[in-house]
């Protein structure tokens, strides 16, 4: 059920943000699993993207990773504060990445309730980027790890939303992408609680 490597290696990042909806984000901290159901994510387009990290063939020891074969985990501090974990995809040399936005909890319910601090019934728990690395046990020794390994994988479930069930809007927080902030390169689950605010379009 562990998605293999070659799924990542799809060039077509809008395709796999949007796939993603549905498929079981894993992670294994100290002998513990934690599990969550993807419902939001966003595409970062590579070069030609003004919101991404990797715009205008920018190379620096932090956005290295994104020029990797896709399948390996982009991890970075937002604000000082908040992890926020991207799945690297596409070939080597191309910089696409999808960011995870929110998941749903599936599996080590407690123990998301003990690194969130508030019960798993409260969509706060992981609703935002960085309330769902937090709640997944995920900070920067998380950074370019292999999605095929024991620590951090994705699973297909055989969980499908219908085409009338996923909405796509604006990435949020990327003003400073100019016209690029307006596309609609973010997806999520309509009326999943655990979907990050703004959940209207």
Not at 161 to 168: E, K, L, Q
């Amino acid at each position: 059920m562990k998605l293999p490597l070659s799924y990542y290696l799809n060039p077509d990042v809008l395709f796999l943000a949007k796939d993603l909806l549905g498929k079981v984000l894993y992670t294994q901290v100290d002998g513990q699993i934690t599990a969550g159901i993807i419902v939001e994510t966003e595409a970062y387009f590579g070069e030609i993207d003004k919101a991404s990290h990797a715009y205008g063939g920018r190379r620096t020891n932090r956005t290295e990773i994104m020029y990797s074969e896709g399948g390996v985990s982009y991890v970075y501090l937002c604000y000082g504060i908040h992890h926020l974990f991207n799945i690297v995809t596409s070939v080597n040399g191309e910089p696409h990445a999808v960011l995870i936005r929110a998941i749903e909890p599936l599996i080590g319910q407690e123990i998301m309730e003990l690194r969130r601090k508030m019960p798993a019934s409260k969509s706060a728990i992981s609703s935002g980027p960085g309330s769902a690395a937090k709640a997944l046990g995920i900070d920067n020794s998380f950074n370019k790890k292999d999605l095929g390994g024991e620590e951090i994988w994705v699973e297909d479930h055989g969980i499908q939303y219908p085409d009338d069930a996923i909405v796509s809007g604006p990435r949020v927080g990327v003003a400073y992408a100019q016209e690029d902030a307006f596309l609609p390169w973010r997806f999520f689950v309509k009326d999943n609680k655990y979907v990050s605010k703004p959940n209207k379009i």
